[in-house]
């Protein structure tokens, strides 16, 4: 299974494709996946396994990402993350572009710094390239995630680790 751990919780990688890889990432104690892939929908697969899914397509377009885009996977994450036994898996096809990008806004809203949040990320999956471009979006998105999500309210703003 191609998933590294970047946080004890919080993990990054590329495509489940297949039941017996989402079984895989179930027994590795993974509770709910952000799946970041325009090319799979991965929640008939969880659903067989009991994982959560959220399938928050995205394409590796290289384009600015929408607020929402990152508004979906955070709030999902954030929920997930609650609950102290839960893991959560970010991943897309590769998982060099769109789930590191997910996951350095996950980790920058449960207290990371962007700058740190990407060190971790690559330090522990040497393959990410994080696009200028993602982390500009993730940057705006963090910016109004922080004042309340542009009159969005927000849950609360208390910093998760």
């Known amino acids: 299974m191609d998933m590294t751990w970047v946080t004890d919780r919080v993990a990054v990688g590329g495509g489940i494709w297949v039941v017996e890889r989402m079984a895989e990432v179930a ?7 952000i799946d970041m892939q325009i090319e799979f929908d991965d929640r008939p697969l969880g659903k067989a396994v ?3 899914v959220l399938w928050n397509p995205v394409d590796d377009d290289f ?13 999902f994450a954030l929920e997930a993350l609650e609950d102290p036994e839960a893991k959560v898996f970010v991943h897309c096809a590769a998982g060099v572009h769109r789930a590191p990008m997910m996951a350095l806004a996950v980790l920058c809203a449960t207290g990371y ?14 393959v990410v390239d994080f696009a200028e471009v993602y982390v ?15 009159g969005k309210g927000r849950k609360d703003g208390n910093k998760r680790g």
Do not use: C, D
């Not at 027994?27 to 996946?33: D, E, N, P, S």
């Not at 384009?63 to 709030?75: A, I, L, S, T």
């Not at 500009?136 to 542009?150: D, I, M, P, Q, Y």
């Open 27 to 33: 027994q590795a104690g993974v509770t709910h996946v």
């Open 50 to 52: 009991g994982v959560e």
């Open 63 to 75: 384009m600015p990402k929408e607020y929402e885009v990152f508004e979906r996977g955070v709030k």
């Open 113 to 126: 710094s962007l700058e740190e949040a990407k060190m971790l990320i690559q330090t522990k999956r040497y």
């Open 136 to 150: 500009r979006s993730v940057e705006s998105f963090l910016k109004l995630h922080r004042n309340g999500g542009a």
